[in-house]
């Protein structure tokens, strides 16, 4: 007796009489006799992910008990897009009915024509907010993260993947906090290029931390200057991913602890002139860890122009990237706590290299006229 599978897929109509589309390929689905359709999550509008012209969306997710095979299951699935009209028109292209395998038990597919899990569940919030509706404690069987995990990381958004040009991950985080030797960590395992903050080349710094706030616009300049530099889209590579230990938007935080009210004014205009032309990141990776350790880590680490850095102080940059990522929506935002990637656990390194490297592009082929 074939073995009973339960499934999970995604709905979606963007064509005539979207709602009764979707009741119709539930129905059809339904009446196979080797598929019961169990439950379905609310049916919500959302905006296409290609051409803004396009019509808007009805997307859900059903969950689905089969005794088909992967196969078998997309072979009906595609029978069914067929009967009720759909006309195949290309990637993201409008369609009267769209359904897509997206977990298939904890099975993983590699085939030309199937590929399952879904490549790109993880990148949509109308997928992942249906899947959580229906079990959030479902486990993507090559990322090894819930469902629920999956979706925080995208604040409601939905991302699409850029091949065209560099991809950027940012390690994000306070002062203290570990993000330059995770970034060399992963780059070690995901062979990619390290780009660290100016920090030693700054000669401006140790005076502004000595007290010298006269001093705090140009320390705020040079970096602001070097990290656009390091940013520009024709500095990173574009033969592997590119691992920075900040991200740019986290310049505002600082300006705003150091700078006075005219300073910042001038700083913040100079500021969107350099934002415009930064490449934004793919990914960012928020790591965590409390004001105190990374206090700690400040005095061990011994560099003499941070040892006058208060708790205060970390205790406020802690908030305020707290706030900045609360409403975060420029790509994927993936919250690591430090005592997950521990000095010697190098399986956990491996793990977040696995999940940036879902979140990247492939570099496109080079094309010889």
């Keep these: ?134 079990d959030g404690d479902l486990i993507h069987p090559l990322f090894h993260e819930p469902v629920r995990e999956l979706a925080r990381r995208l604040g409601g958004g939905n991302f699409v993947l850029d091949p065209a040009g560099p991809q950027l991950v940012s390690i994000a985080g306070p002062i203290g906090v570990g993000k330059t030797t995770l970034v060399k960590r992963l780059a070690a395992v995901l062979d990619g290029q390290v780009v660290l903050e100016p920090y030693d080349t700054n000669p401006f710094l140790a005076k502004v931390y000595a007290g010298q706030k006269d001093l705090a616009l140009d320390s705020q300049l040079y970096f602001l200057l070097h990290r656009a530099d390091q940013l520009c889209p024709e500095a990173l590579s574009q033969e592997c991913v590119s691992l920075t230990d900040y991200v740019f938007q986290k310049e505002l935080i600082y300006a705003r602890r150091l700078l006075n009210a005219e300073q910042l004014r001038l700083y913040e205009r100079v500021y969107e002139v350099f934002a415009r032309i930064v490449k934004p990141p793919a990914l960012v990776i928020y790591l965590e860890d409390s004001p105190q350790r990374c206090l700690e880590r400040i005095h061990q680490r011994n560099r003499p122009y ?62 010889v006229a």
Aim: charged share 25%; proline share 6%.
């Design 306 to 367: 941070e040892q006058q850095i208060a708790l205060e102080f970390l205790e406020a940059l802690h908030q305020d990237y707290e706030q900045l990522f609360a409403d975060w929506r420029v790509c994927p935002l993936i919250r690591l706590p430090v005592s997950k990637v521990g000095i010697n656990n190098e399986a956990a390194i491996e793990h977040v290299a696995l999940q940036i490297k879902a979140y990247i592009a492939e570099r496109e082929p080079v094309t």
């Design 1 to 134: 007796m074939a073995e009973r599978i339960t499934a999970y897929i995604g709905l979606g109509s963007n064509l005539g009489d979207r709602r009764h589309t979707i009741r119709e390929a539930l129905a059809s689905l339904d009446r196979h006799p080797e598929i019961e359709v169990s439950r379905v999550s609310d049916i919500k509008e959302t905006p296409p992910l290609g051409q803004a012209s396009e019509p808007y969306y009805l997307n859900g997710v059903a969950e689905i008990h089969t005794t088909l095979t992967p196969e078998e299951l997309l072979s009906v699935l595609m029978s069914t897009e067929d009967i009720l009209g759909r006309t195949r028109r290309g990637r993201w292209g409008p369609r009267t009915i769209d359904l897509d395998l997206l977990l298939f038990g904890r099975k993983i597919v590699r085939q030309p024509h199937l590929i399952v899990p879904h490549p790109q569940m993880h990148l949509r919030s109308f997928v992942l907010d249906g899947l959580c509706q229906l």
